[in-house]
């Protein structure tokens, strides 16, 4: 099944300023296909892993039984990226964000296979998981990795990196936490650049781009990309 319901523009926000799920739609929901083992390890792990969307700010402390920096994750994919950077930083929590079911299956295989502890899943809109459970100044990064570019111009309303949305990631980062953004379309990231360099609670941590931090594994499409000459764009910039 696909929802067909269309986001507004950046622009159309409701009276009462408030963001809401439909204000930004960057996803189209499809009944994927799912292997037997995504199958399996969604049903297994996510009563492990698992934290159920409600409208209600979460004791992220709670939910990972330990005090330690957040970081969310919006828009996994298959998890790949997810699990390694979780993995290599254990002194920190993650909670990913994600709509699909198979890329949700597939990072609670990885969860399952790596023993990995620090990191905990939301399968539901990401605006609403913003805005709804995440209490304002309480994370110390947020990453979206090659969200969907929707390249034709007609669909540039649906991408995900617009400003009402950068405002509501901002208000949740605590000051000096990070906002990290990576695109493999040059036109999206020059978007991405502008809409965060006008967000005043944020600042640039390079002059424009900036290098791929070290803890941004390479997918194998990105490095495949990258032996055909395309280009990836890095943008991190801070609380301020």
Known sequence: MIDEQQPAAP??????????SQSIRSFVLRQGRMSDAQHRFLDEMMPKVGVAYRPEPVDLNAVFGRQAPHIVEI?????????????????????????????V???????????????????????????????????????IYFPDPWPKKRHHK???????????????????????????????AQQMLEVLSAEPLLANSADGYA????????????????KLGHGVWDLVFKRV
Request: a negative charge; aromatic letters at 6%; proline letters at 7%.
């Open 11 to 20: 622009d159309e926000q409701p009276a009462s300023g408030r963001l809401t």
């Open 75 to 103: 828009g996994f994919g298959m998890g790949q990226s997810t699990a390694v950077i979780a993995q290599a930083r254990p002194d920190e929590d993650f909670l990913g964000i994600e709509v699909h079911a198979p890329g």
């Open 105 to 143: 299956g597939s990072l609670c295989k990885l969860i399952d296979e790596g023993g990995i502890t620090n990191l905990r899943i939301v399968q539901h809109d990401a605006v609403e998981v913003l805005r709804d459970m995440i209490p304002e100044g309480s994370l110390a990064g947020v990453h």
């Open 211 to 226: 290098p791929k931090p070290d803890y941004r594994p390479l997918t194998k499409f990105e490095n495949r990309g990258i």
């Open 158 to 188: 649906r991408r995900l990196v617009q400003g009402p949305f950068v405002k509501l990631i901002a208000s949740r980062l605590a000051p000096g936490g990070y906002l990290h953004c990576a695109t493999d379309w040059e036109e999206y």
